[in-house]
């Protein structure tokens, strides 16, 4: 199966600092996902990536796939109090299923 | 549209007794996902349905079983529920490569 890390495991930011999470991949990445999760909701969908050296942004959000395919990582800028929460990473491994990382879980200081 | 719904939201059982989760999506997705999360272990996947009819195991499938009689339905059973089935449990349904998570159930096996 396809194994996920992340790093960091948290982080604590000031509020309008920028972060960056981390997700590295024991194989080649055919599809990655970033998912955020509130405290005792579900998972909402961020962005998907597919092809090698991809990058999207949504609002303060980006996300970037090496060219490798083997690590993705997802950079908030300016970070606000709704940027709290947990991220996750989930690997497409080619079958019908997701593999996914541990978390980040985010906490943004006022 | 409601999604994804999940019931219940919270359950607390006594070790040995027996419940049923239910999943249910209005999206007509094929795909659906039991998974269960649990602190600093990410989101572990239990069992999976490619389609009304068929389901199959996932990474931590002991101690579960699952149907999916309709394709707007999945249902997780505990048989015979241990302290080590307390977790947080999604269910996740998906056309193409997004899923789309329900709310959780949060169970508590005393």
Redesign the interface.
Known sequence: ?QE?E?SP?SLIVQEGKNLTINCTSSKTLY?L?W?KQKY??????LM?LQKGGEEKSHEKITAKLDEKKQQSSLHITASQPSHAGIY?C?A?SLT????????TTVTVRA | NAGVTQTPKFRVLKTGQSMTLLCAQDMNHEYMYWYRQDPGMGLRLIHYSVGEGTTAKGEVPDGYNVSRLKKQNFLLGLESAAPSQTSVYFCASSFGNEQFFGPGTRLTVL
């Open positions: 199966s996920l992340q495991q599809g996902y998912y005792g909701e579900g998972l909402i969908f998907m996750l989930g497409d019908d299923k997701l593999s996914f990382g541990a978390g």
